[in-house]
């Protein structure tokens, strides 16, 4: 089993070790992980959430020198934004790096962690906007491996109905997914939307139309911040992948895809 998607004291918002993170990941049975830190530019709010590379490689020395027996790939989960693209790809480029996470974080301007883009906008609006700048990111952007997280806007959404699906969003979705299809790039399936709505981010929907348009790029995460959610529902999500018709999970080394069979 895989994880792609753990955050470590790396990133501005976790706190535990990368230590206490790849030994959760080796406790609870995992063959192969990724560190994936977080560099937004773009936050207006919150902690600096750049990454200190030299402090970052030196972790990752000690922590592989400690645990031979887990792969541990090197990853960044970076922040989309047109505005500050450039100064992302220069960060990026200068780096050895095995994967990298695209994810928009930033809506009308702020992270929808904050209640404050809920009060000013609707939910449709802000659902149609948060597909709106992924496509224009997706389109403009070429430094990552797979878009992160596609449905994010959803785990702090205040109504009952939180779930972003492909019925409802079918045209822009299907822009964004033959995007990521056409230039070679995937999908991860984020299983940290489970704690608080039904699904997955992006939510089964969306997946499956990614698996009919003929994505094959898949990877799977548990954007863990804390030791106790590494591995979260992955083995349940690799199930549902294969339900759907996948026969491969993906990994990465120095951005280059590896299938493992389902
Ligand atoms: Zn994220
Ligand atoms: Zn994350």
Redesign the pocket.
Known sequence: MIDY?I?THI?ADCDIPMMKMAQAAQDKGLKEICF?E?IDLNMIEGPDFSVDFDVYTAALEETRNAFPGLVIRMGI?SGLDIGTSDKMRAILNGQTLDYI?G?QHVVFGQDPFYEEVWKHHSKDDIFNEYLRVSLESALAIDEFDVM??IGYISKFCPYEDKLLRYADYADVIDKLLKTLIDKGKGLEV?T?GLYMTPSTMPETSIIKRYFELGGEIITV?S?A?YECVVGHAVADTLETLKNIGFRYITAFRRHQPQFLPL
């Open positions: 998607h955050h990133s994936t977080h989960e996470i994810s992160g997280h984020n940290n995460g954007d911040h």
